[in-house]
């Protein structure tokens, strides 16, 4: 599969525990895309990188939200002490140019 | 910065019929428009996407229409079957300015039997 690839595919957490999710890019793509999405709406930008370079943090994006592409490969997501509100579908996204190519998505819950 | 309004929010049809679902978008400078399909529990699809330097896409029972000047983009499904049910999203982007979308608040489309 040459797809953009997500993992977990779901995650439920205790309110105040820190998360991690992992994006793996479609390979020959340099721009990676977080958005959020909750229910009912589409997905809102978060962040986004130019091979290892983060470019752009949407305000959504509080300070409790980072996220890193070490090599220019693979980006994780982390989010320190969850709360409830946070509570939603994370889309990663890579693109060569304009073309946006979606993960499945990791499934956030926070109890 | 860029807002994006999609219509109708649900949308049904019978098999075979058309299912046309329309957009607006606020920024003149927007020249980039995916369509996205999404499924239940899974990630949006690419469908179709057009330019501003094109009025019109076809790609087999699925069209979309370009109205630059009124700011307007629809998708166009004929000949519907029960798998396009599903939601769907239009998005704008402005090429070379961090290339990050703007989505509508998304369309049901429910293809009845």
């Known amino acids: 599969d040459t797809g953009v690839s997500q993992d977990p595919r779901h995650k439920i957490t205790k309110r105040g525990q820190n998360v991690t999710f992992r994006c793996d890019p479609i390979s020959e793509h340099n721009r990676l895309y977080w958005y959020r999405q909750t229910l009912g709406q589409g997905p809102e930008f978060l962040t986004y990188f130019q091979n290892e370079a983060q470019l752009e943090k949407s305000r959504l994006l509080s300070n409790r939200f980072s996220a890193e592409r070490p090599k220019g490969s693979f980006s994780t997501l982390e989010i320190q002490r969850t709360e409830q509100g946070d509570s939603a579908m994370y889309l990663c996204?890579?693109?060569?140019?304009?073309?946006?190519?979606f993960g499945q998505g990791t499934r956030l819950t926070v109890v | 910065g860029e807002n994006v309004e999609q219509h109708p929010s649900t949308l049904s049809v019978q098999e075979g019929d058309s299912a046309v679902i329309k957009c607006t978008y606020s920024d003149s400078a927007s020249n980039y428009f995916p369509w996205y399909k999404q499924e239940l529990g899974k990630g949006p699809q690419l469908i179709i996407d057009?330019?501003?330097?094109?009025g019109e896409k076809k790609d087999q029972r699925i069209a979309v229409t370009l109205n630059k000047t009124a700011k307007h983009f629809s998708l166009h499904i004929t000949e519907t079957q029960p798998e396009d049910s599903a939601v769907y999203f239009c998005?704008?982007?402005?090429?070379?300015?961090?290339?990050?979308?703007?989505f509508g608040t998304g369309t049901q489309l429910k293809v009845e039997l």
């Open positions: 998005a704008a982007l402005i090429t070379g300015g961090g290339n990050k979308l703007t």
């Open positions: 057009i330019r501003s330097n094109v």
């Open positions: 996204a890579s693109t060569p140019d304009s073309k946006a190519f």
